[in-house]
């Protein structure tokens, strides 16, 4: 792989990164109502569920996802029942901030889990690794160390995207006073889970 042809692939996974989707608004989320070490917990997860799609569409069964319409189904159907739950939870909670009894009633663990759930059941993440990591495959070269590069690329990319929204969501937090303020806020991250849930069920496979 070149040096070219590795910038244009850090180019593309960095404007992906960028755009919103379920995993900034559960690193976003988790950043204002658990704190920055919560985020980080939370990253650190949605990195998980990142590199396990990578190395299912290296050993070839992200290809299987996305030609199988009933693999795509069942895995889409999971993945939105599960941000719209989210997203319900999110908005049934309310108060001010309160990081020491947060903590307790969701150690760092769960919001670990949680957020390998929020990309492990994502299909359209799968699909896209799919369609595009052959597109930057060199078929001369060898291919584990490519397919290397490229998962190890898109982990760090996202992972300082990740970050980003983390910092961006401490701030927020420094501006809630109020518990009205904090239930408005839960209500929109709420809102968010299920729009992104109700948009995953509509999906369709490529």
């Not at 930057?136 to 584990?144: D, G, L, T």
Request: hydrophobic content about 55%; proline content about 3%.
């Amino acid at each position: 792989m070149t040096l070219d042809w590795w910038l244009t692939y850090l180019l593309t996974t960095s404007i992906l990164s960028l755009s919103p989707g379920s995993g900034a608004i559960n690193t976003m989320s988790t950043g204002i109502s658990h704190g920055y070490r919560g985020a980080v917990a939370s990253i650190a997860g949605l990195q998980t569920g990142l590199s396990i799609h990578i190395v299912l569409v290296g050993i070839g069964l992200g290809a299987l996802v996305s030609q199988s319409l009933l693999a795509f189904e069942i895995l889409k159907w999971c993945g939105a029942a599960y941000l719209i739950w989210l997203g319900i939870c999110q908005w049934r909670t309310s108060g001010a901030i309160n990081m020491n009894a947060l903590a307790s009633s969701m150690p760092r663990r769960k919001l670990f889990k949680r957020a390998v759930l929020v990309n492990l059941t994502n299909p359209k993440s799968i699909v896209f690794l799919a369609a595009l990591f052959p597109q930057f495959i060199i078929p001369h070269q060898p291919q584990v160390a490519q397919y290397l590069v490229l998962g190890v690329t898109t982990v760090l990319v996202d992972i300082i995207v990740m970050i980003g929204y983390a910092t961006l969501a401490k701030r927020i937090a420094g501006w809630i006073k109020a518990p009205k303020q904090m239930t408005l806020l839960n209500r929109i991250f709420g809102s968010l889970f299920m729009m992104v849930g109700l948009l995953l069920a509509t999906a369709r496979k490529i």
